[in-house]
């Protein structure tokens, strides 16, 4: 009985230091996804003025706005990067982007070069054949969002100068309302007619026309470089807000079962305890019911021997 209270004792400590764990993990995600969310809102307004530019560009440029056929090129490899995380305790955030990236590039003509973002995306991706050729380190913070951008563009601009690129897609989570978040994937390149003749196509926001000043390639090469890197930029960030998000509600459900862990350990433990006062009490009793007993006994052989001085205990 005693090793059993002990044991009880010893599961209900582990139990809290691991509650303890969990609401500081929370306390983390939490802040972490306000820093990548508000990270987002800002991208979307730059990746907004990015994409206006690119109109005024094109619509300077006279681009026809009539559908043509899309430049192909068979040559050239292509790149799928793959967005993860390198930490655990993210509930299903890395087995539904897996699943999402699978069943995606199972579609395309042949498989692709796979750039993984995370080690745990990675494995996962390795577990399931799809060994990814380059694997890159996940960000810690925004601030560092910048390093993988430059890094990711730094291996695309090698796979062109070896041998061209034909397409870049990019898979991720992305944060959204009522299901935490939602895998999704773009094609980053190319920037072909199809695209220029649908950017072409939007109107203009405000009744004052725009003006490129040097509408050259510099200027149209600067334009693309933004659109490239706002949205690596963004995907990366709506992947780290999915993360966080997906780790405050796993971070959620974990401390909810500890709480009912913990009232069942505290109500065995109780329960055990009270079992060892009763069975202490019960051998007191009979202890003193024995003793009693004894006492009357020799009481009466007392009596029975010396009558006359004997006296009732």
């Given amino acids: 009985m005693t090793d059993t209270v002990a044991n009880l004792r010893r599961k209900i400590a582990t139990a809290t230091d691991l509650q303890s764990v969990v609401r500081t993990m929370k306390a983390i995600a939490a802040s972490s996804i306000g820093q990548y969310e508000s990270a987002v809102r800002a991208l979307d307004d730059y990746n907004k003025t990015v994409e206006l530019s690119l109109l005024a560009y094109f619509r300077q440029a006279r681009v026809p706005a009539d559908d043509q056929p899309v430049q192909k090129n068979d040559s050239g490899a292509v790149v799928a990067v793959v967005f993860g995380s390198d930490q655990g305790l993210v509930g299903r955030f890395n ?6 990236a699978v069943k995606t590039i199972n579609t395309f003509p042949a498989r692709p070069h796979i750039w ?9 991706l390795s577990d399931a054949r799809f060994a990814p050729a380059r694997n890159f380190i996940l960000p810690v ?4 969002v910048t390093r993988l951008v430059g890094q990711i563009l730094t291996g695309v601009e090698a796979l062109r100068e070896k041998g061209g690129v034909k397409e870049v897609y990019v898979f991720h989570n992305r944060p959204l309302p009522g299901v935490v978040f939602k895998p999704r994937f773009q094609r980053l390149l190319p920037l072909d007619q199809t695209w220029q003749h649908n950017l072409a196509r939007e109107k203009w926001p405000t009744g004052n026309l725009p003006e490129v000043m040097n509408p050259g390639p510099q200027t149209l090469l600067a334009f693309v470089r933004e659109y490239i890197f706002v949205s690596l930029f963004r995907a990366c960030a709506e992947s780290l807000a999915s993360e966080n998000a997906s780790r405050l509600s796993a971070m959620q459900r974990a401390e909810r079962n500890i709480d009912e862990l913990q009232e069942d350990l505290q109500r065995s433990f109780h329960r055990l305890r009270q079992s060892g006062i009763d069975e202490e009490l019960f051998d007191v009793i009979a202890g003193f019911e024995a003793l009693a007993g004894v006492a009357k006994n020799e009481f009466h052989e007392a009596t029975r021997t010396h009558p006359k001085s004997a006296s009732p205990p």
């Fill in 95 to 100: 087995e539904v982007m897996l699943e999402f």
């Fill in 116 to 124: 993984s973002v995370g080690e745990r995306i990675q494995s996962r």
């Fill in 141 to 144: 913070s925004i601030d560092t």
